[in-house]
């Protein structure tokens, strides 16, 4: 959870900015507008499940869970750049985070090896291999008692 800032004059022009003149126009506008949002995020195709938004002027609160911090984020960055959007209060969940492992380098491993171990594909190896820099500089350039880090799909 947390409250991220976006540039409110960037992003996508979405949600349209009229002024509303009273209470009641600025209740309905930000209603209509988190109707606007959501159905954004919706068709995003990032999974969530009970997703709801709540925009108050420049501010969009988010609610909901997923299934991976990667989703999550990519949540926070699909409301986040939209116009007249400055702030969004992220409140959703992470339901199940998967975290990454470790593996310990044996003789005769390869990164692809490894890949091929862990992922069933052994044309995967570049995703360890980004994983762990800046401590790999090269895919080949690994050693046995070595640690790294292998990430979930």
């Known amino acids: 959870m947390g409250l991220f800032s976006f540039l409110k004059n ?7 900015r009229e002024a509303a003149s009273n209470e009641v126009d600025v209740a309905a506008d930000n209603a209509h507008r988190s109707t606007l949002l959501k159905s954004v995020i919706e068709n995003s195709g990032v999974a969530i499940e009970n ?14 869970q997923t299934e991976c911090i990667e989703d999550k984020e ?13 702030t969004v209060d ?9 975290q990454s492992r470790f593996h ?5 491993d390869t990164l692809s090896k490894i890949s091929k ?11 360890i291999f980004e994983a762990n820099q800046p401590m790999l500089t090269h895919p080949d350039k690994i050693y046995p008692g070595q640690m790294l880090r292998i990430p979930n799909l």
């Open 90 to 98: 992220d409140r959703v969940s992470v339901v199940a985070p998967v």
């Open 51 to 64: 997703l709801d938004v709540e925009v108050e002027g420049d501010k969009v609160t988010v609610y909901g």
């Open 117 to 127: 171990e862990v992922y069933g594909d052994a044309m995967k190896y570049n995703i």
């Open 74 to 86: 990519k949540i926070v960055l699909v409301a986040g750049n939209v116009e007249g959007i400055a």
């Open 104 to 108: 310990e380098v044996k003789s005769g």
């Open 10 to 16: 960037a992003g996508a022009k979405l949600l349209g």
